[in-house]
């Protein structure tokens, strides 16, 4: 017996077992190369056959997920960057550029403590539209809004006021709200237009009939709408301070506008000098003073104020509103009320 277990030890010693094992460097060098095997097996990257039915942002995140060698990702990384790159275009086109609402801004905060009590005053807005050779100056009765997202924003509420109120597109679609035209002043397009129109005018004049004086006084009527959705892409802001802003460019704003239809009861486009101080423009306000753009609680997506200390402020005046909103709505405005510092910092 003593005989068995030392040719059972020195077996062990020397690396062999009792039936003819292997040396033990032999059996720890065979342990390594499957191991190694199998961590190569691991980092081998997918075969063409493999990825073939994989796509799009799938694809990126296979070869993300499965390590891949220096070499192959560099093979790889611009098919990979060119597939990423598509795929992001595709969900931005997809989600769409613009926002799913709309925003109007003023620099009071008792203007939108108004709007929300009584909708928008509809007022009138003096415009110029400034061709290579040719301009007009006219006021019409608007209320705009402009089509930002609130991280695009920041610029534009520093133009136009910390406080605004965003309603929903739906809204817009259903009050026949318009996105603006920019017209290049440079184009042939805004001197043919107004050139047009001042002919259009001088022939209406000279009708001397008054059926056929009226017919073509409504037809310039209409077409004098045009007007009012038109805006240069760029010229000077001029501020009611009287601060002017040369190459403002205007298209950035992405403006929509409200621009009731034409009726007796107001005049709907107005000669720039007939209404070129503020006097005459409150007088022709006055004239159109009970006009609002009406909109209901549930159009309401986003409310902004200037500092945080008056959200209580606003929750209490949206809890006793004459347009009383129930417990439901104002519990949904109360967490959408946004100050300009949560806009800058986080969106």
Same mark, same amino acid.
């Given at each position: 017996?003593?005989?068995?277990?030392?040719?059972?030890?020195?077996?062990?010693? +020397?690396?062999?077992?009792?039936?003819?094992?292997?040396?033990?460097? &032999?059996?720890?060098?065979?342990?390594?190369?499957? $191991?190694?095997?199998?961590?190569?097996?691991?980092?081998?990257?997918?075969?063409?056959?493999?990825?073939?039915?994989?796509?799009?942002?799938?694809?990126?995140?296979?070869?993300?997920?499965?390590?891949?060698?220096?070499?192959?990702?560099?093979?790889?990384?611009?098919?990979?960057?060119?597939?990423?790159?598509?795929?992001?275009?595709?969900?931005?086109?997809?989600?769409? !550029?613009?926002?799913?609402?709309?925003? $109007?801004?003023?620099? #009071?905060?008792?203007?939108?403590?108004?709007?929300?009590?009584?909708?928008?005053?509809?007022?009138?807005?003096? #415009?110029?539209?400034?061709?290579?050779?040719?301009?007009?100056?006219?006021?019409?009765?608007? &209320?705009?809004?402009?089509?930002?997202?609130?991280?695009?924003?920041?610029?534009?509420?520093?133009?136009?006021?910390?406080?605004?109120?965003?309603?929903?597109?739906?809204?817009?679609?259903? *009050?026949?709200?318009?996105?603006?035209?920019?017209?290049?002043?440079? /184009? $042939?397009?805004?001197?043919?237009?107004? !050139?047009?129109?001042?002919?259009?005018?001088?022939?209406? *004049?000279?009708?001397?009939?008054?059926?056929?004086?009226?017919?073509?006084?409504?037809?310039?009527?209409?077409?004098?709408? @045009? %007007?009012? &959705?038109?805006?240069?892409?760029?010229?000077?802001?001029?501020?009611?301070?009287?601060? &002017?802003?040369?190459?403002?460019?205007?298209?950035?704003?992405? #403006?929509?506008?409200?621009?009731?239809?034409?009726?007796?009861?107001? !005049?709907?486009?107005?000669?720039?000098? #007939?209404?070129?101080?503020?006097?005459?423009?409150?007088?022709?306000?006055?004239?159109?003073?009970?006009?609002?753009?009406?909109?209901?609680?549930?159009?309401?997506? %986003?409310?902004?104020? /200037?500092?945080?200390?008056?959200?209580?402020?606003?929750?209490?005046?949206?809890?006793?509103?004459?347009?009383?909103?129930?417990?439901?709505? @104002?519990?949904?405005? /109360?967490?959408?009320?946004? +100050?300009?510092?949560?806009?800058?910092?986080?969106?």
């Amino acid at each position: 017996m003593m005989l068995i277990f030392a040719e059972k030890q020195a077996a062990h010693n +020397t690396g062999r077992g009792c039936a003819g094992g292997r040396p033990q460097a &032999v059996r720890l060098q065979s342990q390594k190369e499957r $191991h190694r095997k199998k961590y190569r097996r691991i980092r081998r990257p997918p075969s063409h056959a493999a990825t073939k039915e994989v796509r799009g942002s799938d694809q990126l995140k296979t070869a993300v997920r499965r390590p891949i060698s220096v070499g192959t990702l560099e093979h790889r990384w611009p098919a990979l960057r060119a597939r990423w790159i598509q795929d992001k275009t595709d969900r931005l086109i997809m989600a769409g !550029r613009y926002p799913n609402a709309l925003f $109007h801004y003023t620099q #009071e905060k008792h203007a939108l403590w108004g709007i929300l009590e009584d909708n928008f005053r509809i007022s009138y807005a003096r #415009e110029r539209i400034v061709g290579e050779h040719e301009k007009v100056g006219f006021a019409a009765p608007m &209320v705009s809004f402009c089509d930002l997202r609130l991280s695009e924003a920041a610029d534009h509420i520093g133009t136009y006021g910390k406080y605004g109120i965003g309603l929903s597109k739906e809204w817009a679609v259903r *009050q026949q709200l318009n996105p603006v035209s920019y017209w290049n002043r440079k /184009s $042939h397009l805004a001197d043919t237009t107004i !050139r047009s129109m001042k002919k259009f005018f001088d022939h209406v *004049q000279k009708i001397d009939d008054l059926d056929d004086h009226l017919d073509m006084a409504r037809l310039y009527h209409d077409l004098l709408d @045009i %007007y009012r &959705v038109i805006k240069n892409y760029e010229g000077d802001l001029i501020r009611k301070d009287g601060i &002017v802003t040369p190459n403002y460019r205007f298209a950035d704003e992405r #403006e929509w506008r409200y621009v009731p239809a034409w009726e007796s009861s107001f !005049r709907a486009y107005v000669p720039l000098d #007939e209404i070129n101080t503020d006097e005459k423009k409150a007088e022709f306000n006055s004239r159109i003073g009970e006009m609002r753009l009406e909109f209901e609680p549930g159009d309401i997506r %986003y409310l902004i104020i /200037s500092d945080e200390h008056e959200r209580d402020e606003l929750i209490e005046h949206i809890r006793h509103a004459k347009r009383k909103f129930d417990d439901a709505t @104002i519990s949904r405005l /109360s967490s959408r009320i946004l +100050t300009v510092k949560q806009i800058e910092e986080d969106f």
